[in-house]
């Protein structure tokens, strides 16, 4: 099974700052099959990213992925005070099994 | 708009049972994949398992740590998706989700139901 990893763990930034998230896989996930989710406390994940650079219905641009095979990035072009979050990627490893990684907070600085 | 309505939640034994339920409006659940997914607290998100609407052959999968425990069903006449946890471990103690499948993804989420397994 495919095992992710995200990094940094905590991202400390100020608002208008650009944020870079990674996620990376231990195997190439096929069909860059990979998403991004936010979570806010005490809400459940909202899918912002999907098929590695895809934006969900409603997302704002300045939200964008980008990467393949095993090394995936989250950018969030300029913060604004809703984006400080626990962003989480997630990968289709085939066999209908799906994993997450273990998030990045993004905090204000 | 699509809204999920996870229920069914509570406090229970190590190796007790629990049936938790996710009302599905605003959609044609029929045709909906669905799956459930947790988030313990304090922790991150797993995949509990995956059923495929019945036109797709109502397919079930289930992550290892809850395999031959857990089991998935639909009821399309109510449209609802219900997950039977049976020999609960506290470790399964979790915020438990609903959300609708899209393609390889989790499109739309309750808000979840808190499951506690403790003596």
């Known amino acids: 099974d495919i095992v992710l990893t995200q990094s940094p763990a905590t991202l400390s930034l100020s608002p208008g700052e650009r944020a870079t998230l990674s996620c990376g896989a231990s195997q190439s996930v096929n069909g860059n099959y990979l998403a991004w989710y936010q979570q806010k406390p005490g809400l459940a994940p909202r899918l912002l990213i999907f098929d590695a650079s895809s934006r969900a219905t409603g997302i704002p641009d300045r939200f964008s992925g980008s990467g393949s095979g095993t090394d995936f990035t989250l950018t969030i072009s300029r913060l604004e005070p809703e984006d400080f979050a626990v962003y989480y990627c997630q990968a289709y490893g085939g066999s209908r099994i799906f994993t997450f990684g273990p998030g990045t907070k993004v905090d204000i600085k | 708009e699509v809204q999920l309505v996870e229920s069914g939640g509570g406090l229970v034994k190590p190796g007790g049972s629990l049936r938790l339920s996710c009302a599905v409006s605003g959609s044609t659940f029929s045709n909906a994949w669905m799956s459930w997914i947790r988030q313990a607290p304090g922790k991150g998100l797993e995949w509990v398992g995956l059923?495929?609407?019945?036109?797709?052959?109502?397919?079930?999968d289930y992550a290892a740590p809850v395999k031959g425990r857990f089991t998935i069903s639909r009821d399309d006449s109510k449209n609802t998706l219900y997950l039977q946890m049976n020999s609960l471990k506290t470790e399964d103690t979790a915020l438990y989700y609903c959300a609708t499948d899209f393609w390889f993804y989790f499109e739309h989420w309750g808000r979840g139901t808190l499951v506690t397994v403790s003596s």
């Open positions: 059923i495929k609407s019945e036109t797709d052959g109502g397919t079930i």
